[in-house]
């Protein structure tokens, strides 16, 4: 019905047309009548396309994308490989001279990520003409305002459509093909415009290695529909659904591609496409927006978002919508690649079922109310098809390139007014500049956070000379400084100036504002544990400097020549990476701070005897510490540093957590094994393998942890004859992914630490520990009453003579969102009753808050406790009650609380939203317990966050290093540790 309706539309037109260039003079094209019979039969409503894509012309030049695949794009039940989808572009330009295809980089599995380019034959012939003239505009210093307009005037926006960064998310990468084919070949009007007065550009998949895996899944369980499917563990190489969570740090290869792309065509819009939210949700959020963002920069979003939502409703799309989804606050996203380098930065939520699949959609009253924003809402029930989620996405990318082709100048004036205000920054808004003094105690960490800067493009110069100014660290009182030469000073009169405001501010979440979607509170300064001054007086400008070229390094080498070195303590994960270098040269360290040669040396302090100066040379300044000779050992007790075997736990469930230690990790080069929690139960004795074994925050609940995934049958994970990419080299693969640590692997893991391993758990892992009786006095409770989600958070070392505190000073902001807090109590674990009410203070009863309960047919406690002392005195009982005992080994010494957030409920917070404060107050952030030989290390924030928190690092790190000495600088044995879980 639907197609002879059609067709006979067409048969009245004029169809026929001669492209307008020499090179294609000879190309005709015609209706396609096969491809566009199958677009109607695969669209399940009319509603659901539109008149862009319900058909497609076939050119006698350019092969369309059904004859090079074997199917039309959107065809049920078939999805395409990277490589295919790649081809198929790299054949579109050697047919087109309309198109260019680019390599842009490999990812973490080696994979190519293509860039085609779109316009018509004349602009890609000149294509160095068009991103000079953004060039410029992105770096407005000393361009006249005529000479910025002339070049809009010659300038043509490029548009960057990025396909599918979420691989389960399928439709992407096929559309683009389709919208490739048409922007290059289709005659018609629209398209001219387009290609007269805009330059497209295409990255059909951004996570290319998720892409294959995902595919080889989805069309392997089409063959196989009996065979059990385990879901996409790993999406990409590390993150899965993170990936498009690094945009501080742009620790991903995806992250760092996009980024180095940008910087060399300076595109006027980025525009994600994702597939979660029926049927076609056009991004501009809910707010509160990112403080730092250009007014202009949110104008255009919805602009765009209601220019593109209007052109589908008018023709008579149902389900496409605005506003109601995401907030647009935390510059975490891939699209802070955009926004924060006066980019315009947008996303796509469409709809698809599974992959390719169709069948009934079912959705719940939420998606399908009527709401200001959602007036024409997607249906309760329909049947729904790739094909549907084809249509509506590349209708709309359609019309958001056509209304940036008709708007060229309006686009290109808007890019330059942001790159204007950014270098304006210093002076109108401020700051002027952040000041990272050369005299921080961590150059590693500083060096890190620099490195951070440069790779989101930022210029860093460097002082030449001293100065002083007046500045505050964020959160903090400002007062004068004194910098010494060789301080490096981030300019705020840069092109880049948002993204480093953004990323070192303070920023404040309020509770009244709408629900945030991630992180509230990312100030990187205070994550990383470096000194960041921000300046206000843009005199700071006129201090001599020099702009830095190449990568900021951290200082490293050894000085002085001497059979004694010390690298003093500074909790820098650096003196990790050097003590893996050289694993196996004998290092000490020193338990008490020390005095040598007219200088002081933090407890912690490593020292090397006797080593080959010039090998100790090479690895300190690879891994960038400072060795200084010594002319003596110092006379403090001293421990081994080790370099131990390390495991990180995944579970077969959800690998992005678990992903970020790994990146943090290889990216300091720290060997480790990746081990599956169901493995842990079969492996007979752990401690031969392992000293420590790390457990990120894998699962929500113990009951997950322990039992992992469920089915009837085995499920494999492992490489096939059609499934080659599922576990490449660095992941992990089994026959049978189901079952989680189990009561083998809670035991195995027991007899671990009990044997002198370490247990490091994080999060709500802790519970792995603290929830089944390894650590008898260490409770875990869910906070009541807290909202804190994703915050910076003020902390303070109360163990400074711990080893797992070497090198830090006592104040410490820490990464934390609202997980499990730590109880410490000094009798065992109290009765938790429902609610998980142990420790939350007296139970309901007779009395107030303050007063004893009075339970009734017995006498009062301290009755029947004097009773039962006959003539013994309570400390007399005390004397003789021997120690507590736990699976047979001796009961260690009271817990050791390391790190603790601030005591005052108004100075916790640092960045983001936080209601509650008194809930979390005072409360015991990093734990130490001691179970048999072993020790086990509890951690209620996480100290490796997105590659964000490199101040933590160090708390696990030394841990590790010093996993055998972890009592050393101990207080003396006296009453332990209880603690009031109120936190007040
Ligand atoms: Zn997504």
């Known amino acids: 019905m639907r197609l002879r309706t059609f067709l006979s539309c067409l048969t009245g037109l004029t169809v026929l047309a001669v492209l307008p260039l020499a090179a294609q003079q000879n190309c005709t094209v015609q209706p396609d009548t096969q491809y566009t019979s199958q677009i109607l039969k695969d669209t399940t409503l009319t509603e659901f396309d539109t008149s862009l894509t319900n058909h497609l012309n076939v050119s006698s030049c350019v092969e369309p994308p059904d004859k090079f695949l074997g199917h039309i794009v959107g065809a049920p039940n078939v999805l395409d490989k990277i490589e295919k989808i790649e081809a198929y572009m790299a054949q579109l330009a050697s047919q087109s001279p309309r198109v260019k295809v680019y390599d842009i980089g490999k990812s973490e599995e080696g994979r190519e990520t293509q860039l085609v380019v779109i316009s018509s034959a004349e602009t890609i012939a000149n294509l160095g003409k068009y991103t000079g003239i953004t060039a410029k505009l992105a770096d407005p210093h000393g361009l006249s305002k005529e000479a910025a307009e002339a070049l809009i005037a010659q300038g043509k926006p490029f548009y960057w459509a990025l396909g599918s960064i979420h691989s389960p998310e399928t439709g992407s990468p096929e559309m683009l093909m389709e919208l490739a084919y048409r922007v290059a070949t289709d005659p018609s009007p629209f398209y001219q415009n387009i ?19 995902e595919v080889e899944l989805y069309n392997h369980h089409k063959a196989h529909p009996k065979e059990p499917q385990p879901g996409l563990i790993w999406w990409g190489h590390y993150v899965s659904h993170d990936d498009n969570r690094d945009g501080l740090t742009l620790s991903l290869r995806l992250s760092q591609i996009v980024m180095d792309t940008t910087m060399k065509w300076h595109p006027t819009v980025m525009h994600d496409l994702h597939e979660s939210v029926p049927y076609i949700y056009v991004m501009s959020g809910t707010g509160p927006y ?220 309020s509770p009244k504002s709408p629900r945030n979607y991630d992180d509230t509170g990312w100030t990187m300064g205070a994550l990383g544990n470096v000194e960041t001054v921000q300046v206000t007086d843009p005199k700071v400008l006129q201090v001599p400097m020099t702009a830095v070229k190449g990568t900021v390094e ?195 893991l027991g007899e671990f630490v009990a044997q002198g391993g370490l247990l490091i758990a994080i999060g709500p892992d802790m519970a792995v520990a603290a929830d089944t009786g390894m650590t008898p006095d260490v409770t875990l409770r869910q906070p009541r009453g807290l909202d804190a989600p994703g915050i910076v958070a003020r902390a303070q070392i109360t163990d400074l003579d711990s080893p797992i505190a070497y090198g830090y000073s006592p104040d410490l902001d820490i990464y934390y969102s609202a997980g499990p807090l730590i109880s410490i109590s000094s009798g065992g674990r109290g009765f938790e009753g429902f609610g998980g009410g142990g420790n939350q203070g007296r139970a309901s009863g007779i009395g107030s808050v303050t007063s004893p309960d009075i339970l009734q047919t017995r006498p009062s406690d301290s009755v029947l406790l004097t009773k039962s002392l006959g003539k013994l005195t309570l400390k007399e009982a005390e004397k003789q009650t021997p120690a507590r005992r736990f699976d047979g080994g001796p009961a260690g010494p009271p817990p050791r609380v390391i790190v603790r957030l601030v005591k005052n409920p108004d100075d916790v917070l640092l960045s983001g939203l936080l209601t509650g404060a008194k809930e979390i107050a005072n409360q015991p952030m990093v734990v130490q317990t001691r179970h048999g030989e072993g020790y086990i290390v509890l951690f209620a924030t996480n100290p490796f966050r997105r590659n964000e928190t490199g101040g933590e690092f160090a708390l696990v790190l030394n841990a590790a290093m010093n996993y055998k000495n972890l009592n050393a600088g101990a207080k003396p044995k006296k009453t332990p540790v209880t603690d009031n879980p109120s936190g007040n």
């Not at 890190?448 to 493009?457: A, D, P, S």
């Open 195 to 213: 290609r007269q007065h805009e330059i497209v550009m295409i990255t059909p998949a951004t996570q290319v290695d998720g892409r294959d895996r």
């Open 290 to 509: 990112n403080p730092w963002l250009d007014p202009i920069e949110i104008n255009d979003w919805t602009q765009m978002a209601y220019y593109d939502v209007d052109h589908l409703n008018e023709q008579g799309v149902i389900g496409a919508w605005t506003h109601g989804f995401f907030d647009g606050w935390a510059p975490n996203y891939m699209l802070d690649a955009a926004w924060m380098h006066n980019i315009i930065g947008r996303f796509y939520e469409t709809y698809s079922i599974n992959g390719a699949d169709s069948g009934l959609s079912k959705l719940s009253s939420g998606e399908t109310s009527r709401e200001w924003y959602r007036p024409s809402p997607p249906l309760p029930k329909v049947y729904w098809s790739a094909r549907n989620n084809i249509n509506l996405q590349e209708s709309g990318v359609l019309y958001a390139m056509s209304n940036v082709a008709t708007n060229h100048e309006h686009f290109l004036r808007d890019f330059y007014l942001m790159s204007l205000h950014s270098i304006d920054m210093a002076k109108t808004e401020g700051p002027a500049a952040y000041v990272f003094p050369a005299n921080d105690p961590r150059p590693g960490l500083q060096a890190r956070l620099l490195q951070t800067l440069q790779r989101q493009k930022v210029e860093i110069s460097r002082a030449t000379g001293a100065f002083t100014a007046k500045g505050e660290i964020p959160g903090d009182k400002a007062k004068e400084w004194h910098f010494p030469a060789g301080s490096y000073v981030v300019r705020l009169d840069q092109p880049y100036s948002r993204e480093a405001a953004a990323l070192l501010g303070q920023e404040y979440y």
């Open 554 to 748: 951290a200082p490293g080498g050894a000085r002085g020549a001497a059979h004694i070195f010390a690298i003093d303590a500074n909790a820098d994960p650096n003196i990790a990476m050097f003590r893996y270098a050289l694993a196996s040269t004998p290092m000490e360290v020193a338990e008490k701070s020390f005095e040598m040669a007219g200088r002081k040396f933090n407890a912690g302090t490593v020292i090397i005897r006797n080593s080959s100066a010039s090998a100790l040379n090479a690895a300190a300044e690879t891994a960038g510490v400072r060795l200084l000779g010594l002319a003596a050992v110092p006379k403090v007790p001293m421990h081994p540093l080790l370099a131990p075997r390390i495991a990180i736990v995944h579970n077969w469930s959800n690998t992005t957590n678990d992903g970020w230690f790994r990146v943090s990790f290889d990216e300091m080069k720290l060997p480790y094994d990746y081990v599956a929690l169901n493995k842990l139960g079969t492996i007979p004795d752990l401690r031969s393998k392992y000293d420590v074994i790390l457990l990120p925050p894998n699962d929500r609940s113990l009951a997950g942890i322990v039992n992992g995934v469920s089915g009837k049958q085995p499920i494999p994970w492992q490489n096939t004859a059609d499934m080659p990419n599922l576990a490449p080299p660095g992941l992990d693969s089994t026959p049978d992914i189901r079952g989680g640590l189990g009561l083998a692997g809670l035991q195995r």
